[in-house]
């Protein structure tokens, strides 16, 4: 795992394949209880259940030795909830301690926002996610999220540390390599951030922007992945962040070749896109990963859609091979399944106008 990550130096196919499996849920996964089953816009589904610790352990054996991730959003219920029940949740919510049973294999962590409910208070990251992923601090990768902000980022400064930080001790942006995989963590709180020359703290010309364009020029590493809590476009029941419109534009053009996000409260694949939002073979592909345990919500698919998930918590795993990857959802109660294959984008000289 050491051996894998270092922080930059800057602060800052075609295949694949949907299947639900499983045996019924073994003790300690989950009640068998669960909420309704969502809608697939893919063809391949399969209702039958499998058992996670299975999943993972072929995860681990499929792996070949390359570094595993897994990342999700929105993760640990607020202590005082009436559904915490003790940090074991109910069949709806706070599943937190569900999902961080399914980080064992991973070589690596990204959290990716709204990781305390209902705000970032320090004593609440004790309480709950310290307890479930907070096992997994010493690996994971934070990116900010809204709910972080509402008590101010005290909290979560003093929770994650020097973590959630570029070296040049960025606003919770930064950049760190695995292998030969380049990780971009963006601050999608335009809003709260510095606008420098830009209309906001995600604009051309803010000071994110300009550290963004910066890492990018700087590492022309063939596979790369960016995470924020936000997306830029419509995912789940969020209308997306238009103010991230020209960091989007910027990871196209350095063809950038994985974008993940939570904020939805739900999973969903996308089908890849340019800077624009429209459909391109050689456009950025999407992953909203919303289901890390505090709920899940409902959602209509977006034309952009490819698979989707609002019933069963879990993680997102990327298997980082030499030139491409693996993904495979993970669920708490084995009833969804998302995985396939892809490769990474060819780097060359010529970046896309």
């Given amino acids: 795992m050491g051996r894998w990550v270092r922080l930059a130096a800057t602060p800052f196919v075609a295949a694949f394949l949907l299947a639900g499996m499983a045996l019924s849920p073994l003790p300690g996964w989950g009640a068998p209880s669960r909420p309704a089953s969502s809608p697939l816009s893919s063809p391949a589904h399969n209702s039958r259940h499998t058992n996670p610790s299975a999943v993972l352990q072929r995860l681990k ?68 996610y310290d307890k479930t992923w907070g096992r997994y601090k010493a690996k994971t990768h934070p990116a900010i999220g809204n709910h972080e902000y509402i008590s101010g980022t005290t909290g979560y400064a003093r929770y994650f540390g020097a973590a959630a930080r570029g070296p040049g001790g960025t606003p919770f942006y930064y950049s ?43 590492h022309d590493e063939e596979c790369s992945v960016v ?8 995912a789940g029941n969020d209308k997306g962040i238009e103010q991230m419109a020209d960091m989007w534009t910027d990871l196209y053009r350095a063809r950038v070749d994985v974008y993940l996000n939570g904020h939805g409260h739900s999973y969903e694949r996308f089908a890849r896109r340019d800077a624009k939002g429209d459909f391109a073979d050689e456009g950025i592909r999407q992953f909203a990963v919303g289901t890390g345990g505090v709920n899940l919500a409902h959602f209509k698919a977006h034309r952009w859609t490819r698979t989707m998930n609002y019933s069963d918590f879990g993680v ?11 993904w495979k959802y993970v669920s708490i109660w084995g009833t969804y399944s998302d995985g396939g294959r892809a490769p990474c984008h060819e780097a060359d000289d010529d970046d896309r106008a």
């Fill in 176 to 218: 760190y390599d695995i292998d030969d995989w380049h990780f971009i963590v963006l601050n999608s709180n335009c809003e709260r951030l510095p606008r420098g020359k830009g209309s906001n703290g995600c604009a051309e010309g803010s000071p994110q922007n300009m550290w963004l364009e910066r890492d990018l020029a700087a």
């Fill in 227 to 234: 995470y924020a809590h936000h997306s830029r476009f419509p």
């Fill in 61 to 128: 054996d499929s792996s070949d030795g390359a570094p595993l991730v897994a990342a999700a959003g929105d993760i640990a219920c607020d202590p005082k909830n009436p559904r915490f029940a003790g940090g074991n949740g109910d069949k709806r919510a706070c599943r937190q301690k569900q999902t961080s049973k399914l980080l064992r294999p991973a070589d690596a962590v990204l959290a990716l926002g709204d990781t305390q409910y209902e705000n970032g208070a320090y004593d609440k990251y004790m309480k709950s």
């Fill in 316 to 326: 997102l795993y990327l298997t980082l091979r030499d030139g491409g990857y693996n």
